[in-house]
């Protein structure tokens, strides 16, 4: 997201490596401004939880970072996070319960499941 880049999806994503991107860049006075439209172009090609999750790695780290005396700014001001996406869980059902209990693994698999 710092970086300006396009998020790696599908399977790509996985193990995928981050672009590099030297901390002093952080200070750089058009980051601010060009943040919170590189979040948006995030959020559309990965989830809102995934943009969140890295937003608030960035956060964490330029806090560190600034509290070290390493940076000055912190480009993040002014960044919303994503809307969170409805919830995705479900319960399952009676049946489905039964045929879980009737699988011959251990409890600790069935417990998991």
Same mark, same amino acid.
Do not use: H, Y
């Given at each position: 997201? $710092?970086? =300006?880049? /396009?998020? &790696?999806?599908?399977?790509?994503?996985? =193990?995928?490596?981050? +672009?590099?991107? +030297?901390?002093?860049? *952080?200070?750089? /006075?058009?980051?601010?401004?060009? $943040?919170?439209? &590189?979040?948006?172009?995030?959020?559309?090609?990965?989830?809102?939880?995934?943009?969140?999750?890295?937003? &608030?790695?960035?956060?964490?780290? *330029?806090? @560190?970072?600034? @509290?070290?005396?390493?940076?000055?700014?912190?480009?993040?001001? =002014?960044?919303?996070?994503? /809307?969170?996406?409805?919830? @995705?869980?479900?319960?399952?059902?009676?049946?489905? *319960?039964?045929? $879980?209990?009737? $699988?011959?693994?251990?409890?600790?698999?069935?417990?998991?499941?």
């Amino acid at each position: 997201m $710092l970086a =300006g880049e /396009p998020a &790696s999806t599908g399977p790509t994503r996985q =193990g995928a490596k981050p +672009p590099v991107f +030297p901390v002093a860049a *952080i200070d750089d /006075p058009a980051l601010p401004e060009a $943040l919170p439209e &590189s979040a948006a172009a995030q959020a559309d090609a990965i989830d809102a939880d995934t943009v969140n999750r890295e937003l &608030s790695i960035a956060r964490k780290a *330029i806090g @560190r970072w600034r @509290r070290q005396g390493w940076i000055d700014g912190d480009p993040t001001i =002014g960044t919303e996070r994503r /809307p969170a996406p409805p919830d @995705r869980t479900k319960t399952l059902a009676e049946n489905q *319960i039964t045929a $879980l209990w009737r $699988l011959d693994v251990g409890l600790r698999e069935l417990n998991c499941w």
